[in-house]
């Protein structure tokens, strides 16, 4: 097996070029090239190094003026050029101990694709990341802290492409060890950690993780370098939007929020880099009611809209609430205005009789409102009922009494109609509040949905959440856009994204959950023949039990935008793959040939993407025709 020790080397760091050749030398086997590539060292400086290391050297001069990236692949590349089995990678400022070498030979597995080991600071020995896991297999371990540096790992070149490292090139990032090991594991390799040997990191304002005078310098970079790794990440798959909004956002909020961040800096590790807890954030990019959690692809808050379906009737409100609880609705929504608050008297006059169905109107437009405006003590009489029957109440207010009655009945949340998203004296009214608000968004344009967002931040209230909406009662299927929620979603970055839905029947809410809408709001009723104004295009009972038991299926099914494999398919999969199986007897030290062998169930032993590091091995032992190899049975 033939093995480099592969390190770019630079002026910055010359100073500690004794050091690096002191831990070079001292390696327990002399079994391994040392593979230089050159940044910016003279050829005198170039001339010592070489002269002071004991093992063959391969010095390769890089490109004038590259980049960090350019430098890491140009060294992988070269080691590929060069047809090494293995390239051991170590920073040119850090040390290694003299056992690191012979463990990662002594403990070379083919089937993984790199191998790490703990790192520890220099001169202090004090533990940096340590306790590693011992098999990565998903990209999820490091995803927020990484501990996959250059400095502390080797690559098996027998897994790396040319083709890979022009993925690699593509990607250019500060932090390009992250984005190398990121994509590995992304794309389905695996890493193997080496026990019993250690790299000694050398902490200093050169490296990206070195000590800042200013804890908040190191948490803005660490916020910036974040972004960047997401946004790459972003481009090759979209589950990497919810981390990329995170920091996105964080970083615009970053002065609201540097206090916060430095009084809960993690003890996990001794310097700034994966200091964020993102768990204490949570606000960011989510809002609470009370112990609701409602985000994105979170599990949808499902607010049943009463409206005026109670035709002014309280018992009939208490039955709808009832039906409500029993679908298993999260809130119940009225609408608070007044035969004064919404209403011009001009209005009034040019609407005193309806040519349409009795059953959606009757007498003028006066007597309507009269009719099914929800009066002070009725709000009361229903907030009451509601609390009893411990589901939400929640109402859309009209005027700025309306919004000081709910603020007086407390409220969770204030509901704005989407006729109001331009009535900007009404938003800051309700912002002032201080309490989570719910933006309907039809008929509106992106320029006044923004100013309405605006409106509510100069206030100070961030707990905002946008409903994509269209307002028709109902509208045809070519005009819901559906994906407007994803668009929303990413012009809106740290608020939830929801759907306030006018259709009839189920598919549409349900199908909105799929994009990760936040919360459904429906129209409701206990039956769509009751006279009224919006009885026709709402939800029934037996619906909006289907709207609720539904989407928290599709939520659950959608899962995480990780690429898991469940015990279950773990399982499954040792039953129902195939493994490395002989075509014929072999005898004792006879060599496998690519005929010599088939693959069948079961997934236990050797898979078949292992055969390459197979075929040409000898066998340890007589063995026979269709049975089970095994890596013992290998010489």
């Known amino acids: ?25 001292n390696q327990s086997t002399k079994d391994f090239d040392v593979l230089l590539l050159n940044d910016d060292l003279s050829r005198e400086q170039c001339d010592v ?19 960090i990236p350019e430098l890491r692949i140009d060294l992988i590349r070269v080691a590929l050029e060069k047809n090494y089995d293995i390239l051991v990678l170590t920073d040119f ?18 089937i993984y694709s790199f191998f790490y080991n703990d790192l520890y600071y220099m001169g202090s020995g004090d533990r940096f990341f340590c306790n590693l896991p011992v098999i990565i297999n998903e990209i999820n371990p490091i995803m927020e802290t990484n501990f996959l540096g250059l400095s502390n790992t080797a690559l ?15 990607m250019q990032t500060e932090a390009f060890d992250w984005m190398i090991f990121s994509l590995l594991l992304l794309y389905g390799h695996m890493g193997k950690k080496i026990k019993n040997c250690k790299t000694y990191y050398r902490i200093h304002d050169k490296n990206i993780a070195g000590d800042f005078d200013d804890s908040i310098q190191g948490l803005k970079k660490e916020i910036e370098i974040k972004i960047d790794h997401y946004s790459n990440l972003l481009n090759i ?13 964080l970083n615009l ?45 979170g599990k949808p808050y499902i607010i049943a809209e009463i409206g005026a379906n109670h035709n002014g009737d309280m018992n009939l409100a208490k039955k709808m609430v009832d039906s409500a609880v029993d679908c298993g609705a999260d809130a119940v929504k009225f609408q608070s205005w007044s035969n004064r608050s919404l209403i011009s008297q001009t209005e009034y006059e040019k609407n005193q009789e309806y040519d349409d169905s009795p059953k959606k109107h009757f007498g003028s437009l006066k007597e309507m409102v009269d009719k099914y405006y929800l009066r002070e003590e009725q709000h009361y009489l229903l907030k009451k009922y509601c609390d009893k029957k411990n589901i939400d109440f929640c109402s859309t207010p009209f005027s700025e009494d309306e919004v000081d009655l709910l603020e007086k009945l407390d409220v969770k949340f204030f509901k704005v109609a989407s006729m109001d998203i331009n009535n900007l004296r009404l938003l800051e009214y309700i912002a ?26 100069a206030v100070g209230n961030r707990e905002i959440i946008i409903l994509h909406c269209i307002s028709i009662y109902p509208p045809e299927g070519k005009d819901i856009h559906l994906n407007n929620i994803t668009s929303l979603q990413k012009i809106f970055p740290g608020y939830p994204i929801g759907f306030s839905d006018h259709t009839i029947g ?30 026709e295009v709402s939800a029934e009972p037996e619906e909006m039990k289907f709207i609720v038991e539904q989407s928290k299926i599709v939520n659950e099914a959608l899962g995480s935008f990780e690429r898991t494999v469940s015990t279950a398919e773990q399982i499954k999969k040792l039953k129902f793959r195939r493994s490395i199986v002989l075509t014929k007897n072999l005898k004792v030290g006879e060599r496998i040939n690519k005929e010599d062998i088939t693959f069948k169930r079961p997934g236990t032993h050797i898979r078949p993407d292992e055969e390459k590091y197979v075929i040409g091995r000898k066998v340890n032992r007589d063995m026979i025709e269709d049975e089970i190899l095994d890596w013992g049975d290998l010489i």
């Open 156 to 170: 098996n070149l027998n897994k790396i492409s040319f083709k890979m490292l022009s993925m690699f090139k593509n």
């Open 237 to 249: 798959d979209f589950r990497y939007s919810e981390l990329y909004k995170f920091y996105f956002e």
């Open 506 to 535: 189920v598919s549409v809410p349900i199908a909105s959950v799929a994009l990760g809408a936040a919360i459904i709001e429906k129209h409701f009723t206990t039956d769509k023949d009751l006279p009224g104004w919006d009885h």
């Open 432 to 457: 002032y509040k201080g309490k989570p608000i719910i933006l309907s968004t039809g008929m509106s344009t992106l320029s006044e949905i923004e100013t309405a967002v605006r409106t509510i931040e």
């Open 253 to 297: 909020s970053f002065d609201k929020y540097s206090d916060k961040l430095l009084s809960n800096l993690t003890t996990n590790n001794q310097y700034w880099w994966g200091s964020i807890n993102r768990k204490i954030f949570e606000g960011v990019n989510l809002v609470r009611f009370n112990y609701k959690k409602i985000k994105n692809y």
């Open 1 to 25: 097996m033939k093995i480099a020790l592969g390190t770019v080397i630079y002026k910055t760091s010359y100073k500690y070029y004794k050091d690096y050749v002191v831990a070079i030398n």
């Open 49 to 67: 190094l070489s002269n002071a290391l004991d093992n063959k050297v391969e010095l390769v001069n890089s490109k004038l003026n590259s980049t």
């Open 93 to 110: 400022d850090d040390t290694i101990s003299k056992n690191r070498i012979s463990e990662i030979e002594s403990n070379f597995d083919p």
